[in-house]
């Protein structure tokens, strides 16, 4: 080699490079350069499709939060629910006793009577009364 093709070489400081280049990327975020860069715009496809599952993503999860308030709300009304039908088949329970019945009837003052005889069957097929 000669002399003069041995001024052309330069060394470069690759450590300094690597800093030029993360200063330069961060001026370039900051005034906006670096989203005109044909790699960016290259990219911005996919960028997109990252957006778009990423407002997914967000959605399912409110969508799953609002379920799980709704299941919460729903199991408390059924409790409620369950203890209201089980005092009201109490209550009837209660009410259809046969005393109950009697009572009920004279604080009303229906009129009505007990029978003094038991109740009878009648069998159509063979006519006849069966106690």
Do not use: C, W
């Not at 093709?5 to 001026?27: C, H, M, P």
């Not at 860069?37 to 967000?58: E, G, W």
């Amino acid at each position: 080699m000669d002399r003069e093709s041995k001024k052309n070489i330069e060394f470069v400081d690759k450590d300094q490079e690597k800093k030029d280049y993360r200063k330069a990327r961060f001026k370039d975020v900051l005034d906006g350069s670096l989203l005109t860069r044909d790699n960016v715009v290259s990219q911005l496809p996919f960028l997109l499709f990252l957006t778009f599952l990423l407002v997914i993503y967000i959605g399912n999860r409110y969508h799953a939060e609002r379920v799980i308030r709704q299941s919460l709300e729903l199991q408390t009304e059924l409790k409620e629910l369950r203890a209201r039908s089980i005092s009201t088949a109490s209550e009837l329970e209660y009410l259809s006793n046969q005393s109950q019945v009697a009572r009920l009837v004279e604080q009303k003052k229906i009129g009505l009577k007990y029978s003094e005889e038991p109740p009878i069957k009648i069998d159509k097929k063979k006519n006849r009364k069966i106690r």
